[in-house]
């Protein structure tokens, strides 16, 4: 499985983004059940889970920086996951990358979920810049 992220840029404080995980690479091999997680790090500091969906049942994991500020969701036809990024402020500011998690979670929890550890296969990051 490869993974492509994108959707990155400059936004100001308040503004709004929408990053892409266009995942691909898909066989009869694979598993049916996976988890796609996005996870930022900025300059110096350690990489850090933001955000997590399962399909197919569509659970859903939010790190508590983010929650009810962003949404993450996916276009099953499309193999894409999307994280729509509300009310950004400058401590967003990183590079975001999402990465893939096959099968279950051995516990479906929000720490284990938004555990860098957990995830095999990892897209290229792109870069979100809160400033005025």
């Known amino acids: 499985v490869q993974l492509q992220a994108s959707g990155g840029g400059l936004v100001q404080p308040g503004g709004s983004l929408r990053l892409s995980c266009a995942a691909s690479?898909?066989?009869?091999?694979?598993?049916?059940?996976?988890?796609i997680g996005w996870f930022r790090q900025a300059p110096g500091k350690q990489r850090e889970g933001v955000s997590c969906?399962?399909?197919?049942?569509?659970?859903?994991y939010y790190a508590d920086s983010v929650k009810d500020r962003f949404t993450i969701s996916r276009d099953n036809a499309k193999n894409t996951v999307y994280l729509e990024m509300n009310s950004l402020k400058s401590e967003d500011t990183a590079e975001y990358y999402c990465?893939?998690?096959?099968?279950?979670?051995?516990?479906?929890?929000?720490?284990?979920?938004?555990?860098?550890?957990?995830?095999?296969?990892w897209g290229q990051g792109t870069q979100v810049t809160v400033s005025s």
């Open positions: 690479g898909f066989t009869s091999d694979t598993s049916d059940t996976y988890a």
């Open positions: 990465a893939y998690h096959m099968g279950d979670f051995v516990r479906n929890t929000r720490r284990i979920a938004l555990d860098m550890l957990e995830y095999d296969r």
């Open positions: 969906i399962t399909i197919p049942d569509g659970s859903t």
